[in-house]
């Protein structure tokens, strides 16, 4: 829910007491509100230019541009699936740290 600037947001019961150090660190002012926050960016509570997140509105005629571009082959389809197990299996015989991370996130 939105009223004028503020956003209400469910608090999360894990950070309970840790809403200056959050809003600290996320660039937000926030406010209780029974068993909500009440937030938003600093810049919108200091009424300063934004500069976290800005939007503005883009006419459609603004992406033309883009039928200029050499057409893009897709790097990664539906069939890419046996290509990337191969790269995981050679991935597997390398004795690195890079290879090992690479195999327990892949």
């Known amino acids: 829910m939105t009223t004028a600037q503020w956003t209400l947001v469910k608090r ?3 950070v309970q007491g840790r809403r200056t150090e959050i809003a600290a ?3 937000w002012e926030i406010r209780d509100e029974g068993v909500s926050w009440r937030v938003r960016t600093v810049e919108s509570y200091r009424k ?3 500069t976290l997140l800005t939007t503005r509105h883009v006419q459609k005629t ?5 039928a200029t571009l050499p ?3 897709a790097q990664l389809t539906a069939g890419a699936g046996g290509t990337v197990d191969a790269e ?3 991935l597997e015989s390398m004795d690195s740290l890079a290879a090992s991370l690479s195999v327990s996130l892949g």
């Open 12 to 14: 999360p019961a894990q």
């Open 25 to 27: 660190m996320v660039g």
């Open 48 to 50: 300063q230019q934004p």
């Open 62 to 66: 603004q992406f033309d541009f883009l």
């Open 71 to 73: 057409t893009q082959t």
């Open 88 to 90: 995981l299996r050679r």
